[in-house]
């Protein structure tokens, strides 16, 4: 389902029900979406991103790879649980005009362990730039600094201890 977010007019949160990219019901979920609105889709697996750049999603968050849980050096992650291999592993991407970010996350899979793949809790800041405040439209601006990507090397209670500290 979809909903306008509160106090951000032509701002909409699209969520997605299932993963599987030949399982998802993108006119269900864009249904009551107005055209011409900025949209941000929510998807568990970053397996339905290029489905959605091609409706004209402008920003898709997702998590589901943990960034592959184990990445080597040169190589990195030999194993991601994904249609498109490493491709969408983690982090920020652009894929067919959209922005596409996804989390490590914090957890990992039941049989496998992390090896240079730490956890993360990421906070993003979407903003308007002013430019496109005047031409009526909502811009999209995510950096990888130190305040909106928080690595959990000392606990999930404590990064986010730190979240609020650099919010302040």
Same mark, same amino acid.
């Given at each position: ?12 949160? +699209? ?64 194993? +991601? ?13 652009? +894929? ?59 606990? +999930? ?12």
């Amino acid at each position: 389902e979809a909903v306008e977010v509160p106090g951000c007019p032509g701002a909409w949160l +699209v969520g997605l029900d299932m993963y599987g990219p030949n399982r998802v019901d993108f006119e269900k979920a864009l249904s009551g979406v107005p055209d011409g609105a900025f949209r941000v889709l929510l998807a568990h697996s970053p397996d339905v991103a290029p489905p959605a750049a091609e409706l004209g999603i402008d920003l898709m968050l997702s998590g589901h790879t943990h960034g592959g849980q184990v990445c080597l050096p040169i190589i990195g992650p030999p194993v +991601v649980p994904s249609s498109y291999g490493p491709r969408y592993a983690s982090g920020l991407l652009g +894929v067919e005009g959209m922005r596409l970010f996804v989390t490590r996350g914090v957890g990992s899979d039941a049989n496998a362990c992390r090896f240079r793949c730490p956890p993360e809790v990421a906070v993003l800041t979407l903003t308007r730039s002013d430019a496109a405040v005047s031409q009526g439209h909502i811009g999209v601006n995510l950096s990888r600094s130190g305040r909106q990507l928080v690595p959990l090397r000392r606990g +999930v209670k404590q990064a986010l201890r730190g979240v609020r500290e650099v919010e302040k």
